[in-house]
């Protein structure tokens, strides 16, 4: 008998009642008994879920306060010295001060969960003593058992996994840290097994990306020791996110089971179990529902692939199970009533994602003659979509190709282009800007909800984003910026605020998944072809380049942003999506400068968190969303300035990449890559216009001429002056307008300096 297994559920209910109530907790409105109360509240619900649904292993310990990795470091009193933790059980607020900072101690990093868009709280190993505080996985089982008879399935971070995770140790250090909480695994693990628990699933996401030869031994190391220690456990050895790469190293560990992705790793660990058969004494994971996509499986399809993995693993040692934690997509599209019923009957959230697992388990078992019905209705729903007007827009379909096979090349290289533009513009050595938002205060949102609610008619909302637009170029030119912008105020979110305009998305109402901490994030859904139906920013734009002789920047959001902050479509190549999307962005660009707009920025913010886990296609990745980049802005006139900006994350290692956009200006983030990014531009003599954020919009805090100074100067130690820009690091949205002005004067300020020196 085929049994089904779930990798992880959503923390944040269907109503985001989790997140409402750690809100409400930090802002003392909620006693912590009360707090904690409704926490297991929703934890037990999501049990319950699983169970009535019939999920055959159901995990426990995947819930969190937070972050599981923040809750593995603090079950193991990994906490940094800062937040003078006294050992004991970590208590919340210690628990939330490393995660969110206190008056006295900042938090601890958070950086992206491999390659999607939940973060965790990076680890700080630096003096660090680890103990156990309490054996989590061991409270979450019994209270699962206790509560509702369920023979829950733990789940922990693997030792080699959050070893790799967390820093705050040196290379050469790793194996002695490995030393010091194999014993503490043992300990939980063992404990586990006293307690009866049969199966615990032990994430090893790591092994999907590249591992050293120290690393697999390392692995060995562990995964014996645990064999040794606990040798009645059943250990469930769980990848996620791709295909692993040292298949025959790890399906020989002496575990029970190895857990595989075959959605998002399919072709390759399908191509290694047919290469490699797969050990008769294991149990196979077959992770075959996307924990991580918002698409109706295709049940016929599944249970093709079910039928091949049979070929390798009888039945009994076949679990059915997601790829991933469903942490990665939303509850439920019950609540969804707003879409088509051509689009709602091909999603699946978490709770349809369970039902695809029960059925295909069942089909997996009896036949699939059981299932008769619901096959006929997937077919169904997946057909009437792919035949969709929405899907079969041969126009664009037909554009997109043709402008694929181009080389998308400006018609002049950078240094003609750089010339006609210094003689067309005559801007200042190092011309100073912004990033294109100015501060959305409680004005302007208070408007967009009048507007919204229909209070305030189109022309009123019209007339009061013209005010802003106003007033902030009057602020702008006051101040003496160089190049201005009109400050985004229309916009509540720089990818809703395209996907609204193109054709080819949809706006879900509850589809809301974890970002990081209680924050959550509602993508847009990309379901069909994407299409230009009308400018989009041309109207604010050239208004507010009416009311100034300074050049105004217009401002978009670029193709791979708008894609890798969106559900995506899964029929076509992500790369053809981009395309399309670039292509639409071709229209908005070349309306605005048909409008009379001669810069345009272009921004690019998520580009690298597109990038593939497998290094061999991160290149083929960067190569076509550097296309789609040029694809949408390369149609203009030589004297059209493209800008582009990034920010959120490291570029020092993607600098090729960056230069191969060839924007004419670049504005990117600096301040928190600590000079590392200043560093690789001089290796790299980046020879395109430049503008490194000159300090950090991310705090409220005013910084100093000198200090900005400071910043020009070490920057222009690598950095050819006649192409360096002055500007901020990001857009300025959060910030309020007294801090704005004021350090965009000081911004001014050092500027002048600057060029009184050069
Ligand atoms: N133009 C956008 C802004 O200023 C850029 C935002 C971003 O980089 N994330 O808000
Ligand atoms: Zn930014």
Known sequence: MVRSSVLGYPRIGADREWKKALEAFWAGKLEESEFQLQLQEIRLNHLRKQQEKGIDLIPVNDFSYYDHILDTAAMFGIIPKRFAFEGGVVPLSVYYGVARGTKEAAASEMTKWFNTNYHYIVPELSGASPVITENKPLAAYREAKEKLGIEGKPVIVGPLTFLKLSKGYSASETDAWLHRLLPLYVQILQELAEEGVQWVQIDEPILVTKLSEEDVQRLKTVYETFAAS??????????????????????????KGIGLDFVHGLSGNIQSIKTCGFPA????????????????????????????????????RLLVQTSSSLLHVPVTTERETKLTSELKNVLAYADEKLDELVVITKAATSGSSGIAEELEQCDRALQALQQSEERNRSSIQQAVAAISAEQAERSRPFAERHAAQQAKWQLPLFPTTTIGSFPQSAEVRKARQLWRKGEWSNEQYAAFIREQIDTWIKIQEEIGLDVLVHGEFERTDMVEFFGEKLAGFAFTQNGWVQSYGSRCVKPPVIFGDVAFTGEMTVEETRYAQSRTSR??????????????????????PREQIAYQLAYALRQEVEALEKAGIGMIQVDEPAVREGLPLKEEEQEAYLAWAVKAFRIATCTVQETTQIHTHMCYCEFHDMIDSIEAMDADVISIETSRSHGELIHSFELNTYKLGIGLGVYDIHSPRVPSVEEMTGMIERALRVLDPKLFWINPDCGLKTRGLEETVASLRNMVDATKIAREKY
């Open 281 to 316: 004494d294991k149990v196979l994971g077959a992770g075959v529902i996307d924990g991580r996509g918002i698409w109706k499986a295709s049940l016929r399809g599944k249970l093709e692939l079910l039928e091949q993995l049979a070929q390798f693993v009888p039945a009994e």
């Open 551 to 572: 050049p105004v920047k217009g401002m978009l959001t670029g193709p791979i942003t708008i894609m890798n902050w969106s559900f995506v479509r899964d029929d076509i």
């Open 230 to 255: 606990v040798p009645n456990l059943n250990i469930m050895l769980q990848t996620y996110f791709e295909a692993v790469d040292r298949y025959t190293d790890i399906v020989s560990l002496p575990v």
